[in-house]
């Protein structure tokens, strides 16, 4: 909790915003949460029996093998169990579920390929994909509490690998196609997977990105060992390199294994899978999910905040290597037996208008999406009005939603009448890869909607807003975001470090609440959330987070080059936070034409070790940091520069003021 970056226009504009959107009598009248009086009935029943709301909803909403006696143990506090001596399987519960049932031939998926090639799924022909892909896993030797590491494009595919993987009860970490080949390799050593599951290339905006390579690369670097098996999904008709004894194809996998696989039913503890995030250290941490607890939280959600009905079409446009993609494409949607649309490529192409035309195409009525794509689409819009989603028939919407870091109101209000027709409800739904599902949301036919704000928490989420010491603080005074109960979707631990897992997420002076990393303030008038931004050394950057620290031990493990670098973020109107370096050479200070091209390979250095998206926007160079007599770095003073702002700080601690006038100058 050090450098507090809770922005204070953030906390003025939450107190001027007075423009408020109610859902409509009809959208009131037809959702499954009607109205705020059964919102408020809907907590109350948690407040008066916590457990046994959580447990009668777990029954209602999950299959057993084996029912649960226990609903929430708390021997050894802050590691939470839910539903402790239940069994199940999340497989199980996603598709079996519904074969034998009207749902079974209904489409789960429809996939559109980057070059607009469109392949549907039902339920029943899903469960056959899986179960067969699931034999394959264990013919390899793969069983239950093996790690899995799925490195895969967007496509039915990759979703299959989950629940293949969940079906016999191997743990995935599945890492976003974006990553480098040695944050691979991080990750796989860290949760010491036996096999990778990936693709020969994936196809993104007309382009063919190699993914096989890259995991070659990762494990040539050593430290792979416990790899012993790579399935390779041949996406695109250009041949890999393949190595004998280790690689196969999908369809060698997959030749002559039955169509049918019983589940394997486990714990409700068992890890479901590990995803990696980043935090405020250097090291990205492995969030470990409890398979009961998730996957009803990830049920539930679908019903209240997205009010799934029936025919509804549902497209999460998030990619599975993020949670927003676990919870709201792989699981969620499949356990409430919708439809939804599986995208494989980008927004932009072969135009920006891509969004509007599938929805279009799909007759799509719930839409989620990133105020990043938001922000770029309404660009590109007044640029070109080809692409304008006036252009597209978008009548089909019902519910559009929001995810992943702060939607300012302007685009919240394009949003709002450009896309949703001014009639469809916008769910701003705040959560983490640590809560496993939404926590904060408006509820589409019960709350009030004011822009830009996540509105209230869930019920059976008690999110609140403290101070330093844990006390509650008043409406309309920025503070602490915490969760003072524990609710089931929760991070369990962090893989292979409970000790950080206990010091970052329940530090001993917060009574034991749950610390999100965030800041948030609630409004005066109604206690509505807003969060401010993270309180800690996280960036959010297009939606994806990124540690600073992370990005500096990326530029200092360039050794022939940097002495030294410091990471912080500024405002940015495209991508929410701009990330902003400031590097110390080994060598003297470069400038011009030199600096630029310097900063460039730096940048390049940068995607090579984390991935494309940690890329600094700005690289700035000094002949050293601003630091204080004791040699601290004064990273507020950095967010200044950054933001080219004058300095008004005081800086009569600060050893070499010189270095501020060239830390200024942007490359
Ligand atoms: O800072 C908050 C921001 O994203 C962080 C979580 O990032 P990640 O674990 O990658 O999960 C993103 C998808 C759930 C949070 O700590 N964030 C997420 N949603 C919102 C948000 N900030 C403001 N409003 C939101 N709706």
Request: aromatic share 8%.
């Amino acid at each position: 909790m050090s450098s507090s970056t809770a922005s204070s226009s953030a906390i003025e504009s939450v107190l001027v915003e007075n423009r408020v959107f109610p859902p409509s009598a009809a959208t009131v009248k037809a959702a499954r949460v009607s109205g705020m009086a059964q919102y408020q009935a809907m907590c109350e029943a948690f407040d008066k029996d916590f457990e046994g709301t959580w447990a009668r909803l777990a029954r209602e909403n999950l299959v057993w093998s084996k029912p649960f006696t226990k609903t929430l143990s708390q021997g050894s506090k802050p590691f939470y169990k839910w539903f402790e001596d239940g069994e199940l399987n999340a497989s199980a519960n996603c598709l079996d579920k519904h074969v034998g049932t009207p749902i079974e031939n209904k489409t789960a998926i429809i996939f559109e390929a980057d070059d607009g090639a469109v392949t549907k799924v039902s339920y029943k022909e899903l469960l056959a994909k899986v179960s067969q892909f699931a034999n394959a896993l264990k013919a390899q030797g793969i069983k239950k509490g093996d790690r899995v590491l799925i490195y895969m494009p967007m496509t039915i595919e990759g979703v299959v690998a989950m629940q293949a993987c969940a079906r016999i009860g191997a743990t995935h970490s599945v890492v976003f196609g974006g990553f480098s080949a040695k944050s691979l390799q991080e990750r796989i050593i860290d949760a010491g997977a036996v096999a990778v599951i990936t693709a020969n290339y994936q196809m993104r905006g007309g382009r063919e990105l190699p993914l096989k390579a890259i995991v070659d690369e990762a494990l040539g670097m050593g430290g792979c060992d416990s790899i012993k098996t790579v399935l390779v999904y041949q996406r695109t008709a250009t041949a890999c390199n393949m190595v004998a004894g280790r690689d196969k194809t999908f369809t060698e996998a997959l030749a002559g294994q039955s169509t049918v696989c019983k589940p394997e039913q486990v714990g409700a503890e068992h890890p479901l899978f590990i995803l990696y995030t980043s935090g405020s250290t250097g090291k990205p941490k492995g969030v470990q999910h409890a398979t009961g607890g998730y996957l009803l939280w990830a049920r539930l959600t679908m019903d209240w905040t997205f009010d799934l009905q029936p025919n509804d079409i549902f497209w999460c446009t998030a990619d599975i290597g993020w949670i927003t993609g676990h919870t709201y494409v792989a699981y969620g949607p499949l356990a409430a037996g919708g439809t939804q649309i599986v995208f494989e490529g980008v927004p932009t192409y072969p135009n920006a208008g891509r969004f509007w035309q599938m929805i279009e195409k799909h007759k799509a009525t719930i839409f989620y999406t990133a105020p990043t794509a938001i922000r770029s689409l309404i660009k590109a819009a007044e640029a070109d009005e080809k692409v304008h989603p006036a252009r597209s028939n978008l009548s089909s919407l019902r519910i559009l939603g929001s995810v992943g870091e702060p939607i300012n109101p302007e685009a919240w209000m394009w949003y709002h009448k450009h896309v949703g027709g001014e009639r469809c409800p916008i769910v701003d739904t705040f959560w983490q890869t640590e809560t496993g599902g939404h926590v904060i949301t408006p509820l589409p036919g019960a709350t009030p909607l004011v822009p830009g704000s996540c509105t209230l928490p869930l019920p059976g989420i008690s999110a609140a807003i403290v101070d330093e010491m844990g006390n509650d603080i008043p409406n309309g005074t920025g503070g602490i975001l915490v969760i003072k109960k524990p609710w089931p979707s929760m991070i369990r631990t962090i893989w292979g470090d409970p000790e950080r897992f206990k010091k970052s997420y329940f530090p001993e002076e917060l009574k034991g609440y749950y610390l999100a990393g965030d800041g948030a303030v609630r409004s005066a008038d109604r206690g509505y959330f807003r969060i401010t931004g993270r309180i800690d050394d996280v960036l959010n950057v297009s939606g994806h987070r990124l540690g600073t620290m992370e990005i500096e031990s990326a530029l200092v493990s360039k050794t022939d080059l940097v002495a030294e670098a410091a990471v912080v973020g500024r405002p940015d109107d495209l991508t929410g936070e701009a990330i902003c370096a400031f590097v110390v050479l080994k060598r003297s200070r470069p400038t011009g034409e030199e600096a630029k091209q310097i900063a460039n390979e730096l940048r390049n250095w940068v995607a090579k070790e984390i991935g494309p998206i940690a890329k600094p926007k700005d690289i700035r160079f000094g002949d050293n940091l601003p630091k204080t007599r004791s040699g601290k770095i004064m990273r507020r003073l950095l967010r200044s520069l950054a933001k080219g702002e004058a300095i008004t700080q005081d800086i009569t601690t600060l050893e070499n003021p010189a270095v501020l006038d060239q830390l200024a100058q942007t490359n």
